[in-house]
Nanobody, 121 residues
Framework: VQLVQSGGGLVQPGGSLTLSCAASGFTIADYAIGWVRQAPGKARQGVACISHREKDTYYAHSAKGRFTISSNTDNGTVYLQMTNLKPEDTAVYYC???????????????WGQGTQVAVSS
């Protein structure tokens, strides 16, 4: 099982970024895939999750209206589109997989390698 992330980087406040998470070794249609971020000195925070079994998406309050999680089950990739980025969105972003979504406790079984997102002028 492997989750390989791409995307991220430096963006100005108000800008946009899209993160990708390519899964291999399992079928994402059988799993929930979440995005979790960790800012320096802070605990990991669930951002969004897509549950393919429940056909539903979940967002943290800080992400609602600005972030969109989506997936392509044909190529096993999950995306996080981030708009109107703010300096407080600066963090390492991880994708993670589990049979269910974990927005609060982040108890995912499989994790990607993480990718840095920096929002600064």
């Amino acid at each position: 099982v492997q989750l390989v992330q791409s995307g991220g980087g430096l963006v100005q406040p108000g800008g946009s970024l899209t993160l990708s998470c390519a899964a291999s070794g399992f079928t994402i249609a059988d799993y929930a895939i979440g995005w979790v971020r960790q800012a320096p000195g802070k605990a990991r925070q669930g951002v969004a999750c897509i549950s393919h079994r429940e056909k539903d998406t979940y967002y943290a309050h800080s992400a609602k209206g600005r972030f969109t999680i989506s997936s392509n089950t044909d190529n096993g990739t999950v995306y996080l589109q981030m708009t109107n980025l703010k300096p407080e969105d600066t963090a390492v972003y991880y994708c993670a997989a589990d049979p269910v979504c974990w927005i609060v406790s982040n108890d995912y079984t499989y994790w990607g390698q993480g990718t840095q997102v920096a929002v600064s002028s």
